[in-house]
């Protein structure tokens, strides 16, 4: 499988000329990159002088949200996490995931790859299928300040055996393009528009990136079911998401809102 190999020095040379600076380590394998930087935070330089970012070629233990698993082999996509460090409390970060969503298909639409849609509240999907996610970890205080560990994880081209090995239907970019991608290129322009969002995200919160964000949506206006933590279930079609990135839902009992936490959306349609 051709892959063209994560390089520290030329990610950091596609971002030397942006006002933010980056402590990037590329591992060859690691458990998982928000992991890492979960189990390293007290040692970590927790400030935007320079942002600590993680990429890994491999990760054995790589996590999704509700706890399923990142299946990844060499080259097969990329896998990265950084810290960002909020002045604001936990409090004022709903909706945080779904403005990152937005970043990731601002820099897909950069390349060209326009066909890339969002799935409340964090998946990437092609045709339905699941390209990449977002799992955002935070720490911190409900008044401030917060730090939100983020990972992000995007398929550059799958194998048939971690094809097999993922739970659902997925694909890639070598799929959808036909053309290999250079990680590397793609990992700058990630990381400067990531910074770019996170700094608006911190002024005007997740209200700034609502319109953008519905226009992306895979599933608005369609029928869907939620599992919800409880495992109950309820059916209904998506009308719009809050301004606190909470979905809703037109039910027969009326409209409803469900906020982000370990919910699963199926399409119905």
Known sequence: MFSILLNKDKILQFTSNSLFT?????????????SFLLNNFETLPLNKDSIPVIAAEIQTKGRGRIGRSWHSELGSGLTFSLIWHFREGVAKLTGLSLAIGVAIIRVLRAFAVNQVNLKWPNDLLYDDCKLGGILVELRGKISGPAYAIIGIGINFNLS????????????????ITGRYQDRNVF?????????????????YGFSYFRAE?????????????????????????????NSDGSICLLTS???????????SMRLTD
């Open 213 to 241: 964000w519905i226009s992306y949506h895979a599933y608005h206006g369609k029928s869907v079911t939620l599992l919800l933590p409880n495992n109950s279930f309820v059916s209904g079609r998506v009308d719009s998401v």
């Open 22 to 34: 980056f402590d990037l380590k590329i591992f060859n394998i690691i458990d998982s990159t928000n």
């Open 253 to 263: 009992t009326g409209r409803h809102s469900y906020s982000v936490g370990d919910i």
């Open 160 to 175: 048939l055996p971690i094809k097999s090995a993922i739970h659902q239907n997925s694909t890639d970019l070598f799929q």
């Open 187 to 203: 990992l700058s322009a990630l990381l400067l528009e990531l910074c770019n969002t996170l700094s608006s995200f911190e002024v």
